[in-house]
């Protein structure tokens, strides 16, 4: 590394939802492919579930970015078609308003889902 700010990761709520909690990140181009999404998506998913005490965990983007999405499949997050939505606060007719939805549950109880120890159901 060099110094260069790689961007966030961590959970949040919806503003337009706050009873979802969402793992999200925001990664410059250069630090796109490295694995530092997933890297950092799952330990924020090992907070949310053993530290927090969460049930359930979402990731969403826009149906067009495939990276992202690839990102949720190797966290072990999954999809169910019927829970994309149009994000509310993009303007209708927006080619990024389309939103895919994937989520996670928490492991069985007793598994930690720590970096190396996680595997997802």
């Not at 925001?26 to 492919?33: D, S, T």
């Not at 049930?55 to 999954?78: D, H, K, P, W, Y």
């Amino acid at each position: 590394m060099d110094g260069r700010f790689a961007g966030f990761t961590g959970l949040a709520r919806p503003s337009w939802d706050p009873s979802m909690v969402e793992v999200g990140w925001r990664l410059p181009r250069w630090a796109w492919g490295h694995g530092y999404a997933t890297e950092a998506a799952r330990e924020a998913l090992a907070v949310g579930f053993d530290e927090v005490g969460l049930t359930e965990i979402v990731s969403f983007t826009a149906v067009s970015n495939e990276r992202s999405q690839a990102v949720m499949r190797r966290l072990g997050v999954t999809r169910d078609p019927a829970d994309d939505f149009d994000y509310p606060t993009i303007a209708e007719g927006h080619p990024l308003r389309r939103s895919v939805v994937y989520r996670i549950r928490a492991p069985l109880s007793g598994r930690s889902t720590r970096p190396g120890t996680y595997s997802p159901p």
